[in-house]
Nanobody, 115 residues
Framework: VQLVESGGGLVQPGGSLRLSCAAS????????MSWYRQAPGKEREVVAA????????NYADSVKGRFTISRDNAKNTVYLQMNSLKPEDTAVYYC?????????WGDGTLVTVSS
């Protein structure tokens, strides 16, 4: 299983970014996909999750109304649209899938929100 995140970067407060995570080695359309983040000196936390067909989503309270998770099963890709970004959103963002009882992670993409 391989997960490759992209789309991170430096953005000003109030700005937007769209993260992507391309998956391979797994039947993507069968699995819940999640985005996590880890800020400096903090534990990794779940940000958003989406069911296999995309019919249900769930968000951390801290990002509700600002972030949107979506997926394209034809492209084996999950997205995280991030709007109204705040300095406290600064973190490395990871996508995650649980396959055969094992959690798989990408290497992450860094998002820095700063003026």
């Amino acid at each position: 299983v391989q997960l490759v995140e992209s789309g991170g970067g430096l953005v000003q407060p109030g700005g937007s970014l769209r993260l992507s995570c391309a998956a391979s080695g797994v039947t993507f359309s069968r699995y819940i996909m999640s985005w996590y983040r880890q800020a400096p000196g903090k534990e990794r936390e779940v940000v958003a999750a989406i069911t296999s067909a995309g019919g249900m989503t769930n968000y951390a309270d801290s990002v509700k109304g600002r972030f949107t998770i979506s997926r394209d099963n034809a492209k084996n890709t999950v997205y995280l649209q991030m709007n109204s970004l705040k300095p406290e959103d600064t973190a490395v963002y990871y996508c995650q899938v649980r396959f055969n009882g094992v959690n798989y992670w990408g290497d992450g993409t860094l998002v820095t929100v700063s003026s």
